[in-house]
């Protein structure tokens, strides 16, 4: 009996040779001619690989979505807070070419001056009750700066000095509904005539040019600027245009309507004149 179960180990193990080397032979062999069992076998584990992968793909693609979509959110919330930015860079924009455009304007100007000088400044202070009556500035008398100097843009006469401190001045308007406020002006016509600029028409935004002789022949677009008769306003300062001439109600003078050249509502920079020239007083002088 022990012999038997010798032999017959001994033939298992033969048997398990002759079919490992079977199986070794087997798959050595050329794969193009694939037997049915082995497609079976690979076909069940491709169907389940593409079972497994599909949703794993599924999965990562979803993730891969959400983190595109965080960052897609990241961008726009960035882009959408420079558009919310880009109103307030367009306005600084014009405000600073509008302003370097009056710089280079009143830089173009100072070339043309004769008999003064001038100290550049910038409004700081302007009251929406008094709008068209005065403007502060920030030069004062440290800068040079005194009572009835005269106020020009680059564009044109803007008012005088009424008041001053070591650091500001106050400027009177031509527009000022002050009834002393007058100028002395000429107009440039076939020949020279004179009046008072004293009065503006808010509604139809004009200087009124008052005193002028009845006979006076004036026609539109006749320019209007300084006399220089006075002790206070240099000769030649530009004030405006004529726009019409109507008789006044007693028929003895006439009144100009001119259309001013300086822009009495939206100012920003100025031109302090000071007058180195004093010329003869005219009985037409304007009022303190």
Avoid: C
Avoid at 94 to 115: A, V
Avoid at 130 to 138: A, E, G, H, N, P
Avoid at 164 to 183: A, C, G, Q
Avoid at 185 to 191: Q, R
């Amino acid at each position: 009996m022990p012999q038997f179960f010798l032999n017959k180990r001994l033939i298992i193990l033969l048997i398990s040779i002759i079919l490992l080397v079977a199986l070794i032979g087997y798959s050595l062999r050329d794969k193009e001619n694939v037997s049915k069992p082995e497609q079976f076998v690979r076909d069940v584990v491709g169907f389940g690989q593409t079972i497994i992968a599909k949703p794993t793909h599924g999965v990562s693609n979803f993730f891969e979505s959400i983190k595109d979509i965080q960052h897609t959110y990241t961008e726009n919330k960035k882009l959408k807070a420079r558009l919310d930015e880009l109103p307030k860079i367009t306005g600084e924009n014009s405000d600073l070419k509008k302003e370097n455009e009056e710089l280079r304007q009143i830089l173009k100007k100072k070339d043309d001056l004769r008999d003064y000088s001038s100290i550049q400044a910038t409004i700081v202070q302007r009251e929406p009750t008094q709008w068209y009556d005065q403007i502060v500035i920030d030069k004062g008398e440290s800068s040079g700066v005194k009572k009835n100097m005269a106020v020009k843009t680059s564009k044109g006469l803007l008012g005088k000095v009424t008041s001053t401190s070591p650091m500001y001045s106050t400027v009177e308007l031509l527009s000022s509904s002050n009834p002393k406020n007058r100028i002395s002006a000429e107009i440039l016509s076939k020949k020279k005539e004179y009046g008072l600029i004293q009065g503006y028409d808010r509604e139809h935004k004009v200087l009124l040019l008052k005193t002028i002789e009845y006979d006076v022949s004036v026609k539109k677009g006749d320019i209007v600027q300084t006399s220089g008769l006075s002790d206070i306003f240099p000769k030649g300062l530009p004030i405006g245009k004529v726009e019409k001439l109507v008789p006044d109600e007693n028929g003895l003078t006439q009144t100009a309507y001119v259309k001013p050249y300086a822009d009495f509502y939206d100012i920003e920079h100025v031109q302090i004149v000071d007058r180195s020239v004093v010329k003869d007083v005219n009985p037409n002088k304007e009022g303190e």
